[in-house]
T-cell receptor, first 113, second 114 residues
Framework: SQQGEEDPQALSIQEGENATMNCSYKTSINNLQWYRQNSGRGLVHLILIRSNEREKHSGRLRVTLDTSKKSSSLLITASRAADTASYFCATDAPSRGNTPLVFGKGTRLSVIA | DGGITQSPKYLFRKEGQNVTLSCEQNLNHDAMYWYRQDPGQGLRLIYYSQIVNDFQKGDIAEGYSVSREKKESFPLTVTSAQKNPTAFYLC?????????????FGSGTRLTVV
């Protein structure tokens, strides 16, 4: 059951540029999370944003949430080669009770030095 | 350091063979999960456990089995009934299920059928 869907599927930028990834979801949520996955590795939790929050920052990361549009965006500012990874959004689904997060298919980000 | 350990990193399975993937955490988390990831795809939930001695099927449980006899451990067995097991398997844990807590992931096990 796919809840979140990231856009674009792939993104290639130059070092120093900003990268923006979007996530759309279908049903109401309480929380939305973003994760990073380096090639061949596990996922790393980046940030959690709750449905009553509109924006959240963590270092060079900025996440926004628009519950009326059922969408979120992840902005990475001043990107570095080390930011090259896949980025996934994950949502809960309160309508299904206390069930695990559902992950999207991810955005593959390439930062070229 | 607290964390979650998956082993082995690489696993090769012959046709008709059962194999077990190990997942251990020392984070004192109640909830544990198994996800499957195919190339270029997102994560699909196989099984999850909210507490010791309890587990529930996820979206793609057929051909897999789990146990949760200890809080720290949540092994996954890929049985011969799973016809297409070649994939990257990820174990995760969190303080509780739902979206209120971030997940901690292991580094994954890559399973290949030979």
């Amino acid at each position: 059951s796919q809840q979140g869907e990231e856009d674009p599927q792939a993104l290639s930028i130059q070092e120093g540029e900003n990268a923006t990834m979007n996530c759309s979801y279908k049903t109401s949520i309480n929380n939305l999370q973003w994760y990073r996955q380096n090639s061949g590795r596990g996922l790393v939790h980046l940030i959690l944003i709750r449905s009553n929050e509109r924006e959240k920052h963590s270092g060079r990361l900025r996440v926004t949430l628009d519950t009326s549009k059922k969408s979120s965006s992840l902005l990475i500012t001043a990107s570095r080669a080390a930011d090259t990874a896949s980025y996934f959004c994950a949502t809960d689904a309160p309508s299904r009770g206390n069930t695990p997060l559902v992950f999207g298919k991810g955005t593959r980000l390439s930062v070229i030095a | 350091d607290g964390g979650i350990t998956q082993s082995p990193k690489y696993l090769f399975r012959k046709e008709g063979q059962n194999v077990t993937l190990s997942c251990e955490q020392n984070l004192n988390h109640d909830a544990m999960y198994w996800y499957r990831q195919d190339p270029g795809q997102g994560l699909r939930l196989i099984y999850y456990s909210q507490i010791v001695n309890d587990f529930q099927k996820g979206d793609i449980a057929e051909g897999y089995s789990v146990s949760r006899e200890k809080k720290e451990s949540f092994p996954l067995t890929v049985t011969s009934a799973q016809k297409n097991p070649t994939a990257f398997y990820l174990c995760a844990s969190s303080a509780a299920t739902g979206g209120n807590y971030g997940y901690t992931f292991g580094s994954g096990t890559r399973l290949t059928v030979v």
